[in-house]
């Protein structure tokens, strides 16, 4: 059974039909379904031709736009706003509209598609097919943004942070480029359908929503191209941590490397002194461990005054 069926009227007032024809009296129906309906295969196969039918039922989809007979078959993704979700896993949605009909197909809960249905149930419904294209795509369109912002202002906290060079790497960081990965992935064909669509000189489309739709592509592009730039800042950010872990860690080795320079020449002569056979020199003189400590001071000045010389420190 369908999530919700309508007749939608030219002034937005909306009726439940009692009949199951594919349109109605209504400026036309809309048929609201969710893809794990068992129903659903066998209604769509009777009801529509086999290109659209299997549009609307294919597990696996990608943004499209493309002309059928007049209709218009359209697949377009959202930010997956459900509870315990990720975002960036888009939520789809598959449409077959034409002048009098209107089929949307779901996996998951796309919440501009129940904003639409409340309208509907509130007898404020979008009139023609058109404006309920132009209404879904505009919330799709501003929560992609939404979401893009967030991503923005991370990666400026981030940037900022990059201030303190001793700043450790974010664990969120490495999750967040991934995200903006699979935000791209889906976007920039939905951009290219957007663009699409926006183009289309057909009946079903009529000027006004053309103009939209064509804000509503613009929209996305820039959306794409603020994932692109911040692809590389994120990555610019990545990449300059490591260089602080790296510079770090010669700054630690090189502090070490001194010390063992310093340390080296004092450990053989203590090694020396340390042999436990007969003929050590100083062995019955009160003073002989003294000196020895005192030698390994003037040699130890020694070799820090040749190591300056150098320029090693």
Excluded at 158 to 179: A, N, Q
Aim: hydrophobic share 45%; aromatic share 8%.
């Amino acid at each position: 059974m369908p999530i919700c069926v309508f007749d939608i009227f030219a002034d937005g007032t909306t009726s439940v039909p009692t009949d199951t024809n594919l349109t109605g009296p209504g400026e036309y129906r809309w048929w609201h379904f969710d893809l794990t309906d068992e129903m659903l295969e066998p209604w769509a196969r009777e009801q529509l031709h086999e290109i659209p039918a299997g549009s609307l039922i294919q597990k696996q989809t990608r943004p499209r736009c493309d002309l059928f007979n007049g209709g218009l078959i359209l697949n377009l993704r959202g930010i997956n706003m459900n509870a315990g979700q990720a975002a960036d896993e888009m939520v789809s949605v598959r449409m077959f509209i034409q002048s009098n009909l209107l089929i949307t197909v779901r996996r998951k809960k796309v919440f501009a598609i129940d904003t639409i249905r409340q309208s509907a149930v509130a007898q404020n419904a979008p009139p023609s097919p058109a404006k309920f294209i132009e209404a879904l795509v505009s919330r799709l369109t501003r929560r992609v943004q939404e979401h893009v912002e967030s991503i923005d202002a991370q990666a400026e906290f981030f940037e900022i942070d990059l201030e303190d060079k001793e700043t450790p790497m974010p664990h969120i960081l490495p999750e967040i480029r991934r995200s903006v990965i699979r935000l791209r992935r889906y976007l920039d064909p939905q951009r290219a359908a957007l663009s699409k669509l926006a183009a289309l000189d057909i009946p079903l489309i009529p000027q006004d929503s053309q103009l939209e739709l064509h804000e509503q592509a613009n929209s996305a592009l820039i959306a794409v191209e603020e994932l692109d730039e911040l692809r590389e800042r994120l990555v610019s950010v990545q990449e300059e941590h490591d260089a602080n872990v790296a510079q770090r860690q010669a700054r630690h080795g090189y502090v070490l490397s001194v010390a063992a320079a310093l340390f080296l020449p004092l450990g053989f002569i203590t090694g020396l002194f340390g042999v436990n056979v007969g003929g050590m020199p100083g062995t019955g003189h009160p003073w002989a461990f003294a000196f020895l400590c005192l030698g390994m001071v003037v040699l130890a000045a020694l070799m820090f005054a040749l190591l300056r010389k150098l320029r090693w420190i």
